[in-house]
C-alpha cells in the first residue's frame, strides 16, 4: 500500500478507524477475537495507521487494540485522543483539557495500549474552558519527554488551530469528511493546507450510510445513528439519493460503493487520509482495495456536485468546530 508523510509520521494511504469494535454502534463489543483479527488483516495488508481513543467503552477499546497489537507495536503508526473524560473528578465523562488531566489520560492510555510512546495524541474536543495555548503546551511536554510523538486536534475551528500550531506544530487535524460530511472544505482543509497540516478524515463513510447497506431496522436502541438527524425518518429516505448516486459510479467503474466513496476522498489530496471503521476483515479488506480504484476527473466532478445531506452530523453540535 502506498504511504503518505503527516509531519513525520509515514502513514498508510488508508488507515484503520477501531471505535465501532467497542462502542456506539450496533454489535459492538460482541466479537474481540473478530476484530482482532480485522486489525492483524489490516496490518498484514499495509495499513500501519491506527485510530482509538480512551472513550470508546470507555477505556476498552484502547485494550482492545493494545492486544492487537502486541509484538507488532513498532510497525504501527498508533493515534488516540483524551479530552472527553475528566480523570481528575472521578473519571466522569466532561471536557477537560487540562495540564493536569492531560498527563492522568495519557498514563492510562499507554498502559492500556501496552506501549511507551503515543505516535499522534489528539485532543479529542476543544475545552472551551481552558486556553487552547495551555492545552498545547502541556502537550509539548508530553513530545520532549517522548511519550508523544505528534500533536493533534480533532473537530477544532481554525481560529483555534492557528492559535495551537503558533504553540507548538499540529501534525494532523481530525473531522468528519466524505461525501456525507463536506463541511472542512470551507475554512478547515485551505487552512491546514497553508500551515503544512495534515489531515485525517473519520466516518469517511458517512457512519456506515455511504455502503448502501445500512437499514434502519437493522440498528439497536443503543446504536449512535439511531438518534442521529440524518438517520432520522424522513431524512433517511431523502439522504438515500448520495448513496444512489454513488452506486451509478460504482457500477461504471465495477467497485463497491464503499470503495468509490473512498477513492473520491482520495482523489480530494495525498494530505488527506481516512480512516474507515469495521469490526470485520471482509469489510476492512474491501475498504483497504479503495485505493486501486481510479475514478475519471469527470466521476469525480460528478460525485462532488451531490447535494449535501438532509439534518446535522450530530443532534448536539456544541462541541463541534470550536
Do not use: C
Request: aromatic share 6%; glycine share 8%.
Amino acid at each position: 500500500m502506498r504511504h503518505v508523510s503527516l509531519g513525520n509520521l509515514d502513514l498508510s494511504r488508508i488507515g484503520l478507524g477501531t471505535m465501532g469494535m467497542s462502542a456506539y454502534y450496533t454489535g459492538a463489543g460482541s466479537d474481540d477475537a473478530e476484530s482482532v483479527r480485522t486489525i492483524h488483516r489490516a496490518l498484514d495488508l499495509g495499513i500501519n495507521f491506527v485510530d482509538t481513543a480512551e472513550v470508546y467503552g470507555p477505556y476498552t477499546n484502547e485494550e482492545l487494540v493494545g492486544r492487537a497489537l502486541a509484538g507488532r507495536r513498532d510497525n504501527v503508526v498508533l493515534a488516540t485522543k483524551f479530552g472527553l473524560i475528566s480523570h481528575r473528578n472521578g473519571d466522569v465523562p466532561a471536557l477537560d483539557s487540562s495540564p493536569a488531566n492531560i498527563r492522568m489520560a495519557i498514563e492510562g492510555s499507554l498502559k492500556r495500549l501496552d506501549t511507551d510512546y503515543i505516535d499522534l495524541y489528539y485532543q479529542h474536543r476543544v475545552d472551551p474552558g481552558r486556553p487552547i495555548e495551555e492545552t498545547i503546551g502541556a502537550l509539548s511536554d508530553l513530545v520532549k519527554e517522548g511519550k508523544v510523538r505528534a500533536i493533534g486536534l480533532s473537530e477544532a475551528a481554525a481560529e483555534t488551530i492557528r492559535r495551537a500550531h503558533a504553540v507548538h506544530p499540529v501534525t494532523a487535524v481530525q473531522t468528519e469528511y466524505s461525501l456525507w460530511t463536506r463541511d472542512p472544505e470551507a475554512e478547515i482543509l485551505p487552512l491546514v493546507r497553508r500551515l503544512g497540516i495534515g489531515f485525517v478524515a473519520y466516518s469517511p463513510l458517512g457512519r456506515g450510510f455511504l455502503t448502501g447497506q445500512i437499514r434502519m431496522d437493522q440498528l439497536g436502541a443503543d446504536d449512535f445513528r439511531a438518534n442521529n438527524p440524518r438517520f432520522a425518518n424522513g431524512n433517511f429516505e431523502q439522504n438515500l439519493r448520495i448513496v444512489n448516486a454513488v452506486e451509478v459510479v460504482a457500477r461504471e467503474v465495477g467497485a463497491t460503493p464503499a470503495q468509490v466513496a473512498l477513492a473520491w476522498l482520495l482523489a480530494q489530496g495525498d494530505d488527506i487520509v481516512p480512516i474507515p471503521g469495521t469490526k470485520h476483515v471482509s469489510r476492512m479488506e474491501e475498504n483497504a482495495a479503495a485505493t486501486d480504484v481510479t475514478l475519471t476527473a469527470e466521476q469525480v466532478a460528478r460525485l462532488s456536485a451531490i447535494q449535501a445531506p438532509v439534518g446535522e452530523r450530530y443532534a448536539d453540535m456544541s462541541r463541534i468546530n470550536r
